[in-house]
């Protein structure tokens, strides 16, 4: 196992544990910006800046 590395079902929803590549997005620090934001103002849970 290394830093980055993404672990998930073989099969997209099922199967066993697999090393699998991120999609484009999980990359992406703009979309997980907002997913993040998104999130706070969703669930109301707001976690502070390190």
């Given amino acids: 196992m290394r830093g980055g590395d993404?672990?998930?079902p073989r099969f997209s929803l099922r199967?066993?544990?697999t090393n699998d590549r991120?999609?484009?997005d999980?990359?992406?620090d703009a979309v997980s910006?907002?997913?993040w934001r998104l999130s706070?103002?969703?669930t109301g849970?707001?976690?502070p800046s390190a």
Avoid: F, I, S
Wanted: charged letters at 35%; proline letters at 5%; aromatic letters at 14%.
């Fill in 6 to 8: 993404y672990y998930g």
């Fill in 15 to 17: 199967g066993p544990a």
């Fill in 22 to 24: 991120r999609e484009v």
């Fill in 26 to 28: 999980a990359l992406d």
């Fill in 33 to 35: 910006e907002r997913l």
């Fill in 40 to 42: 706070e103002e969703t």
């Fill in 45 to 47: 849970v707001v976690y």
